[in-house]
């Protein structure tokens, strides 16, 4: 298993992010924003400062954070919205138009990994809907597969592929090799899901890229993030699971935590310690 962070987890700056990373023992980038600029907006002129930067490095990219299918899928519907971390507002039509972008940038990266999602969750997730997201995303699925890209399905609490067991239900039934997990356990818990060993053992065939983020539940029944180690995942079950399977892919820490009067540096840089306590301890 590999390590990589989701940049701007760290800082804008990418050059920044990179030397931090190198610190302790990153050997790839996961890019979302940078310069204050989503993936899906940066200019050439980012891209080839974002090349010379991973380049000084000696960083490879293993994923682009896009946040594509983080849309309405019913255009007449509205309400909160999760983070999109810069990203523009994008319809379900401009989805393909984004994707086309993202497949240039992915070239550019030397990436064929784009993190996708299944649009903005309004209620519950009956078969009607799955059937609607399997039609809302064919052509970008079938784009993926004729252009050699692979798309990587983030559980995510705010849209309508949660946990694990939705996604991989999901997955089973698109059965498309350019289809695979962006597998987050945190987001399984936020979504009311034991991520370790129930959210994992229902997606465990589909894992291409893992995201490391931990979380606590509170007394008011919310959840917050919280340092890698320190919260409610077992991720030391869960990682010694990935390992006995054969994970050879990327632990992409998006801890989405601050300590209190801190900053997201100070965060990640916690969240890496308490990840690589756990992988020394396997």
């Known amino acids: 298993m590999q390590l990589s962070v989701i940049t701007d987890e760290i800082s804008m700056d990418l050059g920044h992010a990179l030397n931090v990373m190198k610190e302790y023992g990153c050997t790839g980038a996961e890019i979302r924003s940078l310069w204050g600029t989503n993936i899906g907006e940066l200019s050439d002129q980012q891209i080839d400062e974002a090349l010379s930067c991973l380049d000084k490095a000696g960083m490879e990219v293993c ?32 989805q393909m138009d984004l994707l086309k972008l993202l497949h240039k940038r992915a070239n550019q990266f030397g990436t064929r990994n784009i ?11 009956t ?10 995303m064919a052509d970008a699925i079938k784009y993926a597969e004729d252009n050699g890209l692979m798309l990587l ?8 592929l949660g946990t694990g067991a939705e996604t991989a239900r999901f997955l089973s039934r698109i059965n498309s ?23 994992y053992g229902a997606i465990r065939n589909f894992v291409e890229h893992v ?12 959840y917050r993030f919280i340092v890698c180690g320190e919260g409610e ?14 994970y ?26 308490g990840l690589k306590k756990i992988l020394s301890e396997l």
């Open 248 to 273: 050879q892919g990327y632990l992409s820490v998006e801890t989405h935590y601050k300590p209190y009067g801190g900053t997201a540096e100070q965060g990640t840089r916690l969240s890496l310690q």
């Open 115 to 125: 993190r996708t999602f299944a649009y903005w969750r309004r209620g519950e997730l």
């Open 127 to 136: 078969p009607n809907i799955e059937e609607a997201i399997a039609d809302g």
């Open 233 to 246: 995942v077992d991720y030391k079950g869960h990682l010694a699971a990935l390992k006995a399977d054969g």
């Open 177 to 199: 090799p350019a289809l695979r997990a962006c597998w987050d356990p945190g987001n399984g818990f936020a979504a009311g899901e034991q991520p370790y060993p129930e959210g």
């Open 63 to 94: 994923c682009l954070a896009s946040p594509l299918y983080k849309c309405e899928l019913d255009p007449t519907a509205g309400g909160d919205v999760g983070n999109t971390h810069q990203a523009g507002e994008r319809t379900a039509r401009q």
């Open 153 to 160: 399905m983030e559980n995510e609490h705010d849209c309508y």
């Open 211 to 222: 995201h490391v983020k931990d979380a606590e539940l509170l007394a008011s029944g919310k």
